[in-house]
């Protein structure tokens, strides 16, 4: 079986680093799919307006294992990047075909957009919540169908058990963010994007955000940003 990628998305976060560690944990960024031509159809998402969240297939395009060799097991961060777990009970970028699952809220679907060479790109759908980087293929799109798809009371393994602890993060004055990509940046950093053993209170971290270099350190359990400059 050979896939192909339908669409690839654009987002802020231009390099894996820095990534929200799941979907929906940083609600307020924006990301676009963008259709490659073969799929660019308005009748391709004909009844998408009466969801409110899509599946989107993808993948690990940025893992920097590319033989698809299998690794049974693996350390999330969730666990202290010290214990391992089987692969196929974690949520790992490191996987035999390195495809990854997320669930997205629709923000609104543009049936006709261009993009920043000023060529139309057909239909676009506009999201917010991802956990994808900027160029990240796209294989599928399914709608979230609450009655299959939702189950509150399920057990969630090792999670359920290994609370995150969220950072406080804290914006120097004068950086020049507006008020909702400071609140799409603190949701993203509470979530410390740090690797998990690392932990050095001198260390400066950087990471690509909204064409911005993003530069903050973690003393203890407090994030604080120190600047941001214009690429």
């Known amino acids: 079986m050979q896939i192909d990628p339908i669409a690839y998305f654009r987002s802020p976060f231009g390099t894996k ?8 944990l940083a609600e307020d ?3 676009r799919i963008v259709f490659e031509p073969a799929c660019r159809n308005r009748d391709a998402i004909r009844g998408l307006e009466g969801f409110d969240y899509i599946w989107l297939i993808w993948e690990f395009s940025a ?10 097991t693996v350390r999330p961060p969730r666990l202290g990047g010290n214990e391992r777990i089987g692969v196929f009970a974690s949520r790992s970028p490191f996987r035999p075909n390195r495809l990854g699952l997320s669930s997205v809220r629709i923000k609104g ?11 139309n790109e057909g239909p676009v759908i506009v999201v917010s919540g991802a956990d994808l980087m900027d160029g990240t293929p796209i294989y599928d799109i399914k709608p979230y ?7 509150p009371d399920a057990r969630s393994g090792f999670v359920d058990s290994r609370a995150w602890e969220k950072l406080e993060v804290v914006f120097t ?16 950093r509470e979530q410390d994007p740090r690797p998990q053993f690392q932990d050095d209170p001198g260390k400066v971290y950087g990471m690509l955000y909204n064409g911005r270099d993003i530069r903050f350190i973690v ?11 214009k690429l």
Do not use: W
Request: avoid cysteine; proline fraction near 5%; charged fraction near 30%.
């Open 173 to 188: 004055e004068g950086l020049g963010l507006s008020r909702p990509a400071e609140r799409a940046l603190r949701q993203g």
């Open 145 to 151: 169908v609450t009655y299959a798809d939702s189950h």
């Open 63 to 72: 893992n920097g294992r590319k033989d698809n060799s299998f690794q049974a």
């Open 219 to 229: 003393e203890g359990k407090t994030l604080t940003v120190l600047e941001t400059k």
């Open 29 to 31: 960024v924006e990301g």
């Open 17 to 24: 680093f820095g990534i929200p560690r799941q979907a929906g």
């Open 109 to 119: 679907v543009e049936l006709e957009s261009y993009g920043p060479d000023g060529k």
